[in-house]
Nanobody, 123 residues
Framework: QVQLAELGGGSAQAGGSLRLSCKVS????????AAWFRRALGKEREGVAT???????TYADSVKGRFTISKDDIEDILYLEMNDLKPEDTGMYFC?????????????????WGQGTQVTVSS
């Protein structure tokens, strides 16, 4: 079982940066895939980035080159560094985790979710 809690979020101007953090508590160590998803108002939840237990990463095309997912296995914290933010990055961001594969496009596969944190980017 995994418990997640996001920190960070907030507001930024277009072109600015924000960093999201997610504290991960797992009873079975860090052998899970972790991911960030987001949901814009009126839209479906979409995958932003994933990181496997051996640190393989995947990104949505819309954030490649701007966002970086990483994790600290000692502190059990998942990060999402967001640079060159755009208004279309606005939304509720969620961290998620589960054991096994990392699936960027299938939020339904993940059983463990944080509560979400709002990111707002103004032009």
């Amino acid at each position: 079982q995994v418990q997640l809690a996001e920190l960070g979020g907030g507001s930024a101007q277009a072109g600015g940066s924000l960093r999201l953090s997610c504290k991960v508590s797992s009873r079975t160590g860090n052998n899970y895939c972790a991911a960030w998803f987001r949901r814009a108002l009126g839209k479906e939840r979409e995958g932003v980035a994933t990181i496997s237990r051996d640190r393989m990463t995947t990104y949505a095309d819309s954030v490649k080159g701007r966002f970086t997912i990483s994790k600290d296995d000692i502190e059990d914290i998942l990060y999402l560094e967001m640079n060159d933010l755009k208004p279309e990055d606005t939304g509720m961001y969620f961290c998620a985790a589960d054991y096994g594969q990392c699936l960027l496009t299938q939020p339904g596969w993940y059983n463990y979710w944080g509560q979400g944190t709002q990111v707002t980017v103004s032009s």
